[in-house]
């Protein structure tokens, strides 16, 4: 059998300690799929003591990851340290500079400097890789890249966030509001203890801008995604959207637009109303989905497990099976050189229907105030729901659904209704995911 892909490992956490079980455990037939076996010549993390469940004495322990990349008897490094910045970005430059192939499921970096990276990949022309960055398990990336390079991709979008996802759906079944889902998931270990980055749709941000760069040959930017989280969601708006037919995840959603008469992007992370028979709907706990337009193809949807030590593992050595392959192509699918660098669209002429959801104080007239800003921005109500009765604080909750029109409308109206008295909250909007 020819000589074995040499391989280092920069991070022995979830997915590093998944990446050994799943090499040693299916190195038989790895090795005759890519030709040749997988070697882990490396193993490096902060704690050389810490248990991991898996046997490391096979593997040469180095204390600083960074000169990974440089040792001569390695051919690649498999970085899962975590974090955009700090020592994975270093390990990440230093492992290309030396001309060695590089494969990572940090999406924060590649969010953040994975245009740098795969520059400087496609001039030492090595790989670089991340098919585990984005939904984890799901073969994403490869589907977009491979399965659907022939078509244009219209529009990409899906459920990206495993922790969000899990927190809808517990409160779908049980009821409950958010922060006592959140710290049941937190106490389960579904969720961080600091859960920013998922329940702020950060996490989910930047994965969609790489999905986005890859499914529209379009420079990563992740800056531009106009991004809301899940922590202002009630149990209330959850049971209002099912009495309407829906249910609420977080989507990422990227789309070109052209309504300006230039060529722009839109992306944007944000909860939206999900009909009861549309396929996301059906994505419950900590799954993941894509789905993704090909003018040619159809609608295509990719599901599976987002995270977990083997989903994730499952991604980062399916690209490491390539390398062995000696597969290398340009990391965005094409050159960074080619990119387009697309202006991020604005929102406001953009069409649909939204719930929009405002918790009031239960005194008369404050219902017509409302529907006279809506009628005064030019927005057409289609179903309005009122709490009967008033909660502990004197509120209510009022909340609507609007027929189809432009969104600037919408936040005209929400401007129409700033700083009136009767609002005892900040409106929330969300949108209706059409077909
Ligand atoms: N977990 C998932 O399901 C999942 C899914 C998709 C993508 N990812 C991505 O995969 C990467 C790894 O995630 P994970 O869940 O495996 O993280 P994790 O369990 O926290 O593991 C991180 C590893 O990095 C090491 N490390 C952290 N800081 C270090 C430093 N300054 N110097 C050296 N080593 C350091 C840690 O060492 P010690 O163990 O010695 O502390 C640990 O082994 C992240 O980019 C994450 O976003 C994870």
Known sequence: MAEPLRIALAGLGTVGAGVIRLIETNAALIARRAGRPLQIVGISARDRSKKRGVDLSPYAWEDDMVILGERPDV????????????????????????????????????AHHGL????????ARVALKFEAAVAGGIPVIKGLREGAAANA??????????????ILSSMEDSGRDFADVLAEAQARGYAEADP????????AAHKLS???????????????????????????????????????????????DSSSGEARLFQRVQPHLVPFDHP?????????????????????????AGAGDGPTASAVVADLIDIARGEIGAPFSVPVTELEKLAPAESGHRRGRCYVRFVVADRPGVLAEITAAMRDAGVSIESLIQQGRADANGEVMVAMVTHEGPESAVSEALRLLEGSPSLTDAPLVMHILGE
């Open 196 to 203: 920013t980055f998922d329940v702020e749709g950060i996490d």
């Open 75 to 110: 051919d690649v490094v498999v970085e899962l340290v975590g974090g955009s910045d700090g020592p994975a970005l270093a390990c990440a430059r230093t492992t290309i500079e030396a001309g060695k192939a590089l494969v990572t499921a940090n999406k924060a970096m590649i």
């Open 153 to 166: 991709i219209e529009r990409v979008y899906g459920i990206l966030n495993g922790t969000c996802n899990f």
């Open 210 to 256: 790489i999905l986005a760069a890859i499914a529209f040959g379009s420079e990563v930017d992740f800056a531009a995604v106009d991004t809301a989280g899940i922590a202002r969601l009630r149990a209330a708006d959850i049971a209002q959207a099912d009495s309407l037919g829906y249910v609420i995840r977080l989507i990422g959603m990227a789309e070109p």
């Open 280 to 304: 996301l709907a059906h994505v419950d706990g900590a799954t993941n989905a894509v789905v993704a337009e090909g003018n040619f193809s159809g609608r295509l949807l990719f599901q599976g």
């Open 116 to 123: 740098e990276l795969a520059a400087k990949a496609e001039a």
